[in-house]
């Protein structure tokens, strides 16, 4: 798909655009039913198993309840803003489906800053949470915008550098090119030993860190904000916030596997879209488990782990890989 | 044709952006007006096939003084919501000098050369050839960036220290611990 779709990019980018966009919409709302049945399996309970065989119209049961929701907009709040907030969180995290790599030329953009375009998206993020924090003119959403900002801003930092790392191993900022560097197992978590691997780990925790997800979801935390952003919206409002925090953390997943875990290769198996699906899912799936398992971090503790650890860790490994390319 | 038509949705954005800047009467709706207008300079930036520029402008400007232009609107006011009104009565003939001064510069400049709307040609990958500029040609000013950097953040840091030992600037900055409610849980 590098060769524009009827030789007309406009055209491309529209229909591209378009069928990749509801594709990822319907797997964030199977997401959702896919996370609820995993804890319940964890908690030892049986999860949604009402709405169609194993709760699988669950989501589309959720979607048609929310649809029908009043909305409402608080007197006090800042009506443009507040109707505007839930919009652009959704736009800004499937923007960045554009430079997603799926397979050998199956990327909507293969841009030349591919990566550095996926991170300022990510950055972008921040700007609708605030935005729906403030306009809500409430304590609580204030206070969770207000941590959500000084999170953001923080674990941007290791973010950027530990993305590095690949870019650095690769000599390309092309997601595209990244991925053929790691042809035939040379995946970037395996090889070189160590710094890829660390690299990894960090990636992991940022992009976390970024989409709000436990341990690191103090903008949000229910028991002391009752839901951060989040608390004035109603109906299908809600349902955007919520539907672009598994959106947001679906294609993080995409972006780590592209840029450590070989994107579409599998070595000796083969290679082609479906490892790349597979290894996103799976990735996605760590992020469960690690959210089901863990506990939620005080934000001074965020932000110590933030600037002590990760920042001169990501550092130090950006110089290690460096190192690896002049002189290995 | 598609380059004009980007060039003018993009100038359009941007222009209506920065007009929006200098004339909304709340202050957190003009910074993020301000956040789209940097956007759309960056959309420029693309057109004329300077990825990398792009890309930087969003992530420092957009992802990083915008943000912290919305920290410090927090910090800075008491009532949550309240909005933040700008006072405009003041400097009124100042700036429409110094708006009169900057329309001069950039009249001269479009009368004296014609002013060139068309993206230049690049033979290499502009990215590269930026990269490569930083650490050979250029490396000197570079270095010396860096170092003025570092030395604004050593200074940021002096200025917030808390132990008593920094500037005593220190303690006339209000003192906040992110993340913890710090007028009272007054809203």
């Given at each position: 798909m590098t060769f524009p779709l009827f030789g007309n990019p406009w055209l491309h980018g529209l229909v591209a655009g378009l069928v990749l966009v509801l594709i990822v919409m319907g797997v964030a709302a199977y997401a959702i039913w896919y996370e609820r049945k995993f804890s319940a399996l964890m908690q030892n309970r049986v999860g949604p198993t009402e709405v169609g065989p194993i709760g699988l119209l669950q989501p589309i049961a959720d979607g048609l309840?929310?649809?029908?929701?009043?909305?409402?907009?608080?007197?006090?709040?800042?009506?443009?803003?507040?109707?505007?907030?839930?919009?652009?969180?959704?736009?800004?995290?499937?923007?960045?489906?554009?430079?997603?790599?799926?397979?050998?030329?199956?990327?909507?953009?293969?841009?030349?800053?591919?990566?550095?375009?996926?991170?300022?998206?990510?950055?972008?993020?921040?700007?609708?949470?605030?935005?729906?924090?403030?306009?809500s003119n409430n304590k609580y959403a204030l206070l969770g915008g207000m941590r959500a900002v000084a999170q953001s801003i923080s674990y941007e930092i290791p973010m950027l550098l530990t993305a590095t790392v690949p870019?650095?191993?690769?000599?390309?900022?092309?997601?595209?090119?990244?991925?053929?560097?790691?042809a035939n197992l040379h995946w970037f978590v395996l090889w070189p030993v160590g710094p890829g691997a660390i690299a990894f780990v960090l990636f992991m925790m940022t992009a976390l860190a970024e989409a709000n997800r436990i341990p690191f979801d103090i903008p949000e935390a229910e028991s002391e904000l009752v839901a951060g952003v989040t608390v004035e919206y109603t109906g299908m409002h809600f349902g955007m916030f919520y539907l672009a925090e598994y959106l947001h953390t679906l294609i993080a997943s995409a972006i780590a596997t592209a840029l450590f875990l070989g994107g579409w290769d599998m070595g000796p198996l083969g290679s082609g879209p479906h490892w790349m699906i597979l290894k996103t899912l799976l990735v996605f799936a760590g992020i469960y488990w690690v959210r089901w398992s863990w506990l939620r971090l005080r934000s001074d503790q965020l932000m110590e782990l933030c600037w002590r650890w990760l920042v001169p860790l990501s550092l130090g490994l950006v110089l290690l890989s460096a190192m690896w390319v002049v002189w290995a | 044709m598609g380059a004009w038509i980007a060039f003018l949705v993009i100038a359009t954005v941007l222009l209506v952006g920065a007009l929006m800047v200098v004339s909304a009467r709340d202050l957190v709706h003009t910074v993020l007006w301000l956040a789209l207008s940097l956007i759309a300079t960056a959309a420029a930036y693309v057109a004329l096939h300077?990825?990398?520029?792009?890309?930087?402008?969003?992530?420092?400007?957009?992802?990083?003084?915008?943000?912290?232009?919305?920290?410090?609107?927090?910090?800075?006011?008491?009532?949550s919501g309240a909005q933040v009104l700008i006072d405009r009565a003041n400097g009124g003939l100042r700036a429409a000098l110094l708006a009169a001064a900057l329309l001069g510069l950039l009249v001269t400049a479009t009368v004296r050369g014609t002013p060139k709307l068309v993206a230049p040609t690049f033979n290499v990958d502009s990215t590269q050839a930026l990269g490569v500029t930083f650490l050979t040609r250029l490396i000197l000013p570079f270095e010396l960036l860096s170092l003025l950097l570092l030395a604004a953040m050593v200074g940021a840091i002096v200025l917030a220290r808390r132990d008593g030992k920094g500037v005593k600037l220190a303690r006339l900055a209000p003192r906040v611990v992110i993340g913890q409610p710090h007028d009272g849980g007054e809203g």
């Open positions: 309840k929310m649809l029908q929701k009043e909305h409402l907009v608080p007197t006090a709040a800042d009506r443009p803003l507040f109707l505007l907030a839930p919009f652009l969180v959704v736009v800004f995290a499937l923007s960045t489906l554009a430079v997603v790599p799926f397979g050998d030329g199956l990327i909507i953009a293969d841009l030349n800053i591919g990566v550095l375009f996926a991170l300022a998206l990510a950055s972008l993020m921040l700007i609708p949470v605030w935005m729906a924090g403030w306009a870019i650095v191993l690769s000599q390309s900022f092309k997601l595209g090119d990244i991925v053929n560097a790691q | 300077a990825d990398f520029l792009a890309a930087a402008q969003i992530l420092l400007y957009t992802g990083g003084v915008v943000t912290l232009m919305l920290f410090a609107v927090m910090l800075t006011r008491r009532q």
